[in-house]
């Protein structure tokens, strides 16, 4: 059924007070407006919510500090648009100074009424500055955006009541499309018995709470998974130890744990898990998430598939914030994941029993994705998964892999191989841009005591030709650039644009092939060049920079189309090989 403007506006507000009465919200405080009516109709009818109308904003917003002062609870102050929000600062600075939880809800006009002179319409984004613990604006609803309204609503109780600046005020900017108020037909599901969507459970709360809450919800699973992701975890061991007895497969991406041979390590999950028949066989009963979001992309979109089926998901995060993109998290625990590890295997709460046959059936997948890998490698051209995972294989612990935020994070996620002494991997994965990437390759090599190589595209390399560029003063750091280079953006040839867009304009706007030759800009700019057409010139070129000082630059042609179908191919195989075996 398709619902209208009016429904979906009625249904998200009483979506958003629902989630806030779940996570503790007990009082709000409105002033009258139409803009706002949407949520202050929720507001009034829901009898959970003892509801006060003030009609002048300024001290409307002083009277819900008041009542959060008093009973140290979250409050809501409701505003419609236009300078009533502008009323409500002086009370969000004392909530600020004051450390007082204050969820400040200001509707606001929908994009078209902006920068047209529309009544009652100014610029509510970021009203209150750097006064608030965190700022959300969100659109008008719409059915696109639903599965994620009880998150939104959920983590501004969490952020007022607990953010990594302690207590304080949020703002919600919600626009909001006439007619405002319309019919309800439902509103989406929550957590089972009342349970707010996100829950933060801090360190500061005692070992002894926090170790409590984490092995009742660890203790009542046979079947969970550890996804790793983001910044490197400097201490696995107790990770991995703790995996190891209780049976759990740990999916790390290269960058957080090195891919070592270990038996709860899995490597190639990206590869066999875009099978629908092997994600329905390995579904997990709780995926506890650790550091930031994976590089898979096709591993986090099945956690969504995940949540539908009744999964439990779990974040563990040193700051406590909110890594999770797909909006699915039940509870963060805001510690370090070494700390958390560490005192679940001292607790000595080990014994539970899990499926006998968990942990084995992800490690025959992974073991029988990785022989597929290989064999279909084995004999080929030069390929870019090829080349990710010779290059993983010749680096040892002593040697640091960055790589470029596109296809070269991917591949080497994707295909490269468990050894026993893996390298360091790095990557800019906070925005995930083009930016910098060959500066920021020797700016790590400046700092680091071992062998830095970089696999980078031609365009990430093009981009950042002025890192390349060194003062006769400075000392310039050794570093082996491989560039792979595919004339043009290869990502784009796995998204949708191929089958929709003209093949000529695809490669004007998208592959974007540069006209510079890479080999005559990187000489020019006093590189030593090398070309590898082949795995055994790759190598020799390999031990050659390894040899010498400065920056050499060892490029690696490739063609786009090929590279779609061999990604293709190794996803098939391993596929293939999994269903062998599991």
Known sequence: MTLSPTSIQAEFSATFVDEWVRAGVRHAVISPGSRSSGIALALLTDQRVNVSMRLD???????ALGIALS???????????????AEVHAA?????????????????????LHGVHAPQTVDQTNLFGGSLRYFLDLPVPTEQTRAHWRSFASRLVAEATGGAKGAGPVQANIAFREPIVGAMHSVPRGRPEGAPWHEVIRDDEGPATLSGRVLDLFDSVQRAVLIVGGEEIVDSDPVLEYAQRRGWPVLSDARAIRRLQHR?????????????????????????HVGMPHASKTLMGWNEYWLDEGVVHVFVDRFGSFGDPERIG??????????????LLN????TVEVESDWLEKWRRCDDAADQA????????SLSEPGVARALFRVLDEHDTLFCSSSMPIRDIESFSAPQSSAPRVLANRGANGIDGVVSSVLGVAKASSGRTVGLVGDLAFLHDLSGLVWGTKEDVPSVTLVVIDNQGGGIFSFLDYPSVVEQTTFERGFGTPQRCSIAEVANALGCQVLLADSLATLSDSLRRSASEPGICVVIVSTDRDENVKIHQELAHASIEAALAVI
């Not at 009973?71 to 929000?85: E, I, R």
């Not at 039940?330 to 005192?343: C, D, G, K, N, Q």
Request: no cysteine; hydrophobic share 50%.
């Open 57 to 63: 904003e300024r001290s409307a917003a002083f009277f």
């Open 71 to 85: 009973t140290a609870t979250p409050v809501v102050m409701l505003t419609t648009s236009g300078t009533a929000a």
């Open 92 to 112: 969000v600075i004392e909530a600020d100074l004051a450390q007082v939880p204050l969820i400040v809800v200001t509707a606001d006009r929908p994009v078209e």
């Open 264 to 288: 709860v390590l899995i490597s190639h999950a990206d590869q066999f898990l875009r099978s629908n028949a092997i994600v329905d066989a390995l579904r997990p009963e709780l995926v506890v």
């Open 330 to 343: 039940a509870m963060f625990f805001a510690i370090s994941p070494e700390r958390l590890f560490r005192v």
């Open 347 to 350: 607790s000595g709460a080990t």
């Open 373 to 380: 890998i290989e064999r279909t490698l084995d004999g080929r």
